[in-house]
Nanobody, 123 residues
Framework: QVQLVESGGGSVQAGGSLRLSCAASGGAFRNYAMGWFRQAPGKEREFVASISWTAADTKYADSVKGRFTISRVNAKNTAYLQMNSLKSEDTAVYYC????????????????WGRGTQVTVSS
């Protein structure tokens, strides 16, 4: 059973940056692909980014391409989401999730989820 804990959320002005972290425990982190999703008030959860178990493959939502970067450090059992040039529409609760090996933008494919961290971007 993998436990995921997000951190690094907060409030920032538009154009600013934040780095989210997702710390994993209780499983073989190196065997999992990691994903970030977000959910804004009144909206469905949406895909943000995903990284494969080897970090060789990454996938991004069109809305964040060129602004967000997903990465991982297997030795630290941690995945990251660097968010630059933040916009008010990026305001949401951000969740990390884990699945076996390969990237995916489908939330139903992820087996483990964190509890989320709030990101608020003011304009």
């Amino acid at each position: 059973q993998v436990q995921l804990v997000e951190s690094g959320g907060g409030s920032v002005q538009a154009g600013g940056s934040l780095r989210l972290s997702c710390a994993a425990s209780g499983g073989a982190f190196r065997n999992y692909a990691m994903g970030w999703f977000r959910q804004a008030p009144g909206k469905e959860r949406e895909f943000v980014a995903s990284i494969s178990w080897t970090a060789a493959d990454t996938k991004y939502a069109d809305s964040v391409k060129g602004r967000f970067t997903i990465s991982r450090v297997n030795a630290k059992n941690t995945a990251y989401l660097q968010m630059n040039s933040l916009k008010s529409e990026d305001t949401a609760v951000y969740y990390c999730a884990a699945k076996g090996f390969t990237t995916s933008d489908q939330s139903k494919e992820y087996n483990y989820w964190g509890r989320g961290t709030q990101v608020t971007v003011s304009s």
